[in-house]
């Protein structure tokens, strides 16, 4: 018996499939073991030594494969082809020598890009020793991200209260989401304007013709900036003779775009099936892993995490065939297409994200598939053919026109463009983020000398805008650009900007929060070398050059180490006067953006002789009056109300407070405010004001004094019981919005709205709880979606709990990773996660694929007891950190 380890129970099962009785396939759940999130957990002082730990599911995995080895003829380390998956055969195989079980058995490790039958046999044949520079760079990285986060987030708490963490890359994308708010602050809008002239040729044929000139001289867009001058153009135009002056037609090819990279796919997935990073992988990892069509279990696309967009020959060769057979031999291009990687510090080592079978059709396999997962499949089989499909053929048409009034020469141009042969076209076009489509019209057949007829002239008002913000996908694309992070981190690391309540996402693009602005600010005024994008980019690259064997990885954290030290020792005797100083200047567009009327924006509204400047308090960061506690001035740091009024005396020296209005009902004043466990809405002073917390997920800056007074409403009632006839209220509790009946309370899904909450809801959600629907424990009320029966028997269903979505089979309980999604979910995930439950008896199991389960027998025994998270595929580190008087977490994230 031959000994297979893998990470994941997906990957496991779809491999056991290929390889027969042969062989056991069992996962290590991703990693085993990891730095404890604490100080001391790597050493500088001693040569950089890393102490590791296993718990948890850990020691249960490692467990079961020291079982599993004892009685195999051979162990087979089989994770995945990159860094990250070398470190995790490394960690089996150090966890496995600790344990002394190996005995002279011999130890393999093998790749394969694609979980096929074929694949996987060729890898088998081909088997080599652990990579070590691989995990040389693995262990740089981990110390890396360990040693920022465990030393520069205690200088954030200490002198920045309120901000949460820092890391390596995590802080240099939030750089960019802050420098581009910056950008945006900072702009001054330029009025200009368009003049625009429908001309009619000969056969009556319109078109439109922009001026570019006049009396010789060019006009570029903004030339034009006011009204009188557009009038006197119009003016002009309006009487001016118009003649054909030149027409130039020029052939252009459009040629196709390389195969999928992890961020072009990500970018894609956003722009087009509107998916997050963090999704697309969750996905994309699903489909690598294995899918069952038509009885066979087989991965339908190759690895996803890579840099490099070459293809092996065979599927190129098998594009071809697809091409021709698809679409005719016209769209297939005489020679094969090559592709190379154009982004800084890319490594190429594996192919790119392409379908494991291109003659697969996406129609195919679709009824096999959940919706996203046929969505994204689509995606990267039109992506992979149209890569080798010919370049579209195009004529493009410009025209300059001669315009003549009195001793004037005006000129006009107009441009468009035909597509002569499609190609590529046919199947698939690339979106873009923040660009118009530069698709130009067709225009009539015309010739030099040709006169034209006025039909009418337009001068269109038109004003600059500001760069916009980043979306997810841009902000990939830029980070990429940049060499920031590597294909594994982009989707974890907005992931951690959002937890970390740095950014937030409005109408799809990422908007920095204020204790985002101000720790970008900090680090930029105090760690500036290590917030450069630069600075960031090198590292990186040096950390390839360890993972290729040209530079040893401990001398280059000497280097990092030793001048980072040094750094952090400039700011012990740094005071918060210092601090808030190199804020106030660094933020000012922001903090003190300027006033209508001109005047300065840091006097002080209310007393009229103060200065504004940024203040630090226990809830945060806000703005206040340098004459306090004489006037009592405050607003938060982002939302200035009108005119510069805020709160003078309703705030009552407390930071953050946002006037919304008054209650018609009371004539109370209606306030937003930050308090110790988030923004709440208060209705009036004294000593018991009434207050409502806000739901999760509703920004405070969204909040209006509609939406406020409808909060302050709350608990109301919504409906009258069926059967009792008693009130059903919904209301906020502790534990978030709920319905309520008698002593019966039910929670309310994330999907529904508290303030718009109806009565056949709220009905459903507590005849469901009192029919004994919802989470074990019975914390939930909402009903089970039925997933089917499980193989052993009993019904399966997925259920959504208080602390999250589970699927649930008679006694057992398991908690859903966030890789799955409960509308989604499959019968076949579902008894994966139980199986797991069930063989951990009662403990869980959590890795790189970010399974994991817990028991509420377990939770029962011990109230103590917490449920490890999964260690899980990225970059950065997720340590919890001990500063004075408070515990946060340092995270890279």
């Not at 368009?194 to 040729?201: E, G, K, N, W």
Request: proline content about 5%.
């Amino acid at each position: 018996m031959k000994l297979l380890v893998v990470e994941s129970p997906a990957k496991a099962k779809t491999i056991n499939k290929y390889l027969g009785s042969d062989y056991e396939v069992i996962a290590s759940f991703g990693h085993i073991r990891d730095l404890p999130a604490k100080d001391g957990s790597v050493e500088p002082e001693n040569d950089f030594t890393m102490k590791w730990e296993i718990e948890g599911r850990g020691a249960k995995q490692v467990a079961e494969i020291a079982r599993a080895v004892k009685g195999a003829e051979k162990l087979i380390l089989a994770t995945d082809p990159d860094r990250e998956g070398e470190a995790i055969s490394w960690h089996v195989l150090e966890a496995l020598n600790q344990k002394k079980v190996l005995k002279g058995i011999p130890v393999e490790r093998v790749t394969f890009n694609a979980v096929t039958k074929d694949a996987v046999q060729k890898a088998l044949a081909n088997p080599r020793a652990i990579d070590q520079a691989l995990v040389d760079a693995y262990l740089a990285r981990r110390a890396l991200d360990y040693l920022v986060g465990f030393t520069l987030s205690p200088v954030l708490w200490r002198k920045l209260p309120g901000a949460r963490s820092a890391g390596r890359v995590q802080s240099v994308a939030l750089r960019l989401v802050c420098d581009r708010e910056r950008e945006i602050e900072a702009f001054r809008a330029r009025e200009y304007w368009s003049l625009v002239a429908t001309l009619a040729t000969e056969s009556g044929q319109t078109f439109e013709a922009r001026l570019v000139g006049a009396d010789g001289k060019k006009i570029t867009r903004l030339d034009i900036g006011n009204g009188e001058e557009a009038k006197a153009f119009k003016e002009a135009l309006e009487t001016a003779l118009f003649t054909v002056a030149e027409v130039e037609a020029k052939p252009v090819k459009r040629h196709p775009y390389p195969p999928f990279q992890t961020s072009t796919l990500q970018q894609e997935a956003s722009r087009k099936l509107g998916l997050a990073p963090a999704r697309t992988m969750q996905l994309a990892q699903r489909l690598y892993e294995g899918v069952d069509i038509g009885g066979e279990t087989v991965g339908l696309i190759t690895y996803m995490r890579t840099d490099g967009v070459d293809m092996d020959g065979s599927a190129i060769a098998a594009a071809r065939r697809v091409i021709g057979k698809e679409f005719g031999d016209r769209y297939v291009p005489n020679v094969p297409r090559k592709y190379t990687v154009k982004a800084k510090n890319a490594q190429e080592a594996h192919e790119a994200i392409r379908p494991t079978d291109l003659g697969r059709l996406p129609a195919m396999v679709a009824r096999q598939l959940e919706p996203e997962q046929a969505k994204l499949y689509e995606l990267i089989w039109k992506r992979t053919i149209a890569s080798q499909m010919e370049s579209a053929e195009m004529e493009r048409t410009t025209v300059d026109i001669a315009a003549k009034v009195g001793g004037r020469n005006l000129d006009l141009r107009a441009s468009g463009q035909v597509v002569l042969f499609d190609g590529f076209l046919t199947l698939y076009q690339e979106s873009r983020d923040d660009e118009e489509d530069e698709d130009s019209k067709k225009l009539p057949a015309m010739k030099g000398g040709d006169k034209l007829e006025k039909r009418s002239i337009a001068a269109d008002q038109h004003f600059t805008e500001p760069p916009p913000r980043y979306s997810e996908a841009s902000l990939v694309k830029r980070m990429e650009e940049l060499g920031i992070g590597r294909p594994s981190t982009y989707a974890a690391t907005l992931s951690t900007l959002r937890d970390r309540e740095y950014v937030r996402i409005d109408k799809k693009r990422l908007v920095p929060e204020d204790k985002g602005m101000l720790v970008t600010a900090f680090l930029e005024s105090f760690f500036k070398r290590y917030v450069e994008y630069d600075f960031t980019a090198n590292l990186e690259e040096n950390l390839d050059r360890v993972s290729n064997a040209e530079m040893d990885w401990k001398a280059l954290l000497r280097a990092f180490w030793e001048e980072f030290q040094a750094s952090i020792g400039e700011t012990k005797d740094l005071r918060v006067g210092e601090v808030l100083e190199a804020l106030n200047g660094f933020l000012g567009e922001y903090i003190f953006p300027q006033r209508a009327d001109g005047s300065d924006p840091r006097v002080c509204p209310t007393c009229g002789n103060g200065t504004l400047s940024l203040k630090l308090g226990k809830f945060g960061a806000f703005v206040g009056c340098s004459n306090y506690p004489e006037c009592r001035y405050t607003r938060p740091l982002s939302v200035p109300a009108a005119d510069g009024e805020a709160s003078a005396e309703g705030g009552q020296g407390q930071p953050g407070v946002r006037i919304l209005g008054p209650d018609p009902a009371t004539g109370l004043e209606v306030t937003m405010r930050d308090g110790r466990f988030g923004p709440y809405i208060q209705l009036g002073e004294g000593e018991k004001p009434k207050r409502s917390s806000l739901p999760k997920g509703m920004s405070p800056a969204s909040v209006t004094l509609e939406k406020a007074l409808a909060l302050l409403s709350l608990p109301r009632e919504v409906a009258r019981h069926p059967e009792s006839g008693e009130p059903i209220l919904v209301g906020i509790g502790r534990f978030g919005p709920y319905v309520q009946h008698g002593k019966v309370y039910a929670n309310i899904d994330k999907g529904d709205d508290v303030l718009e909450l109806g009565a056949n809801r709220a009905i459903d959600l507590i005849v469901a709880k009192e029919s004994g629907g919802g989470r074990r424990g019975g914390a939930s009320a909402t009903p089970g979606r039925p997933l089917g029966e499980h193989p052993s028997g009993g019904a399966l269903e997925v259920k959504a709990g208080k602390y999250g979505p589970y699927v649930a089979w008679g006694k057992i309980f398991a908690t859903l990773p966030t890789t799955l999604a409960q509308d989604s979910i499959t019968l076949e995930q579902a008894i994966e996660l139980v199986n797991a439950k069930a063989a951990t008896k009662g403990g869980s199991g959590a890795g790189r694929t970010g399974a994991r389960a817990k028991s509420t027998k377990t939770a029962a025994k011990s109230k103590s007891a917490a449920s490890k998270p999964a260690k899980s595929k990225s970059a950065e580190s997720k340590p919890t950190a001990k500063a004075p008087a408070r515990k946060s977490k340092a995270s890279e994230g």
